[in-house]
């Protein structure tokens, strides 16, 4: 909640009532979890209903836990996959290039971009198929990224707060959006490397876990 009054597009308070729905669902089938999560989000991304998306996303992947999907699949058919939907993402990313407004971008102001955000929108399967695909294929190589996974909260306010501070304006151009966001993934990633050198936890989420757990976590690391 305190965390909308940064950010106006927080998802942490949908995702929270989402979870609590979704906790009964770890008793149901297989197969009528991977139905009802493909269903879903087709339903969801046609429509372009943006925050019903979530809930048939996490039931999907419930149901690819259970089938043990990414254990199973071959490293071949994981690199067949990252050509092909890399092709395709290239292909979808010119497009929107192309379509993007060429007026600057009203941060929060969606409605007067609503057919470039609905077309973005639709063609996010896409762009997640090649992300999941080379985390998947590349997985070893990917290990220094783990001290942000380490910190996902503290990270996720922190960009905010970044956003905030180096992009005051509410008026941005595409490339300068793009700019902002590289510089905030280079201070978080050099952030979280540098603070967990030190410290075991990140800072909120050690608050969590010490507000929540009966015995405090320590927050210093044993190294």
């Not at 929270?16 to 009528?32: A, D, N, Q, R, S």
């Not at 909260?153 to 300068?176: A, H, R, V």
Request: charged share 10%; proline share 6%.
């Amino acid at each position: 909640m305190m965390h909308m009054m940064i950010n106006p597009g927080d998802v942490l308070l949908l995702y929270g009532v989402y979870g609590i729905v979704l906790l009964p669902c770890m008793k149901l089938p297989k197969p009528l979890l991977l139905t009802v999560g493909i269903l879903g989000t087709v339903v969801a991304t046609v429509t372009t209903i943006k925050f019903l998306l979530p809930l048939p996303l996490m039931i999907l992947g419930l149901a690819v836990g259970k089938y043990r999907i990414f254990e199973r699949i071959s490293r071949t058919i994981v690199t067949r996959l990252v050509v092909v939907s890399g092709l395709f993402a290239v292909i979808a990313f010119i497009y929107l290039v192309n379509i993007a407004p060429s007026f600057s971008i009203q941060l929060y102001e969606p409605i007067a971009h609503a057919t470039f955000a609905d077309r973005a929108f639709m063609l996010w399967p896409i762009f997640t198929c090649l992300y999941i695909a080379l985390i998947v294929r590349f997985s070893s190589a990917l290990r220094f990224l783990i001290p942000i996974g380490k910190m996902p909260i503290t990270i996720y306010i922190g960009q905010s707060i970044l956003l905030l501070l180096l992009s005051p304006s509410d008026l941005i151009t595409l490339g300068q959006a793009f700019a902002t966001s590289a510089i905030i993934v280079i201070i978080c990633f050099i952030c979280s490397h540098v603070w967990l050198r030190f410290f075991a936890n990140g800072p909120l989420e050690w608050l969590i876990r010490t507000g929540t757990n009966t015995e405090v976590s320590r927050a210093i690391s044993q190294r």
